[in-house]
């Protein structure tokens, strides 16, 4: 059974920085394209950061670009977001997905339960 778990997530003011940390169980993170999902209220999951299974960026959200990286840590088998010049509008719950094709909420099959990242002014 696969587990996916964010954790990380916290309250920061403007133009502070977060590191999130996505860890799973029963699946090696390695071998899977992975993302960074994230969902404001009253709207829509998006893509944030996506990689492949070998490590290659294949989508980076224009909003985020230059502020957030991934990256990924195979010892620990965790994959990280690491989130810089934070704004309001980044506030959101935030998902790690597993399986991820094309950074698309429809193509990624494990979540987790998600990270909440709360941006005040």
């Known amino acids: 059974r696969v587990q996916v778990v964010e954790s990380g997530g916290g309250l920061v003011q403007a133009g502070g920085s977060l590191r999130l940390s996505c860890t799973a169980s029963?699946?090696?993170?390695?071998?899977?394209?992975m993302g960074w999902f994230r969902q404001a209220p009253g709207k829509e999951r998006e893509g944030v950061l996506c990689?492949?299974?070998?490590?290659?960026?294949?989508y980076v959200a224009d909003s985020v670009k230059g502020r957030f990286t991934i990256s990924r840590d195979k010892s620990k088998n965790t994959l990280y977001l690491q989130m810089n010049s934070l704004k309001p509008e980044d506030t959101a719950m935030y998902y790690c997905?597993?399986?991820?094709?094309?950074?698309?909420?429809?193509?990624?099959?494990?979540w987790g339960q998600g990270t909440q990242v709360t941006v005040s002014s």
């Open positions: 997905a597993a399986d991820v094709s094309r950074c698309t909420v429809a193509g990624a099959n494990y």
């Open positions: 990689i492949t299974w070998s490590g290659r960026s294949t």
């Open positions: 029963g699946l090696t993170l390695a071998s899977y394209a």
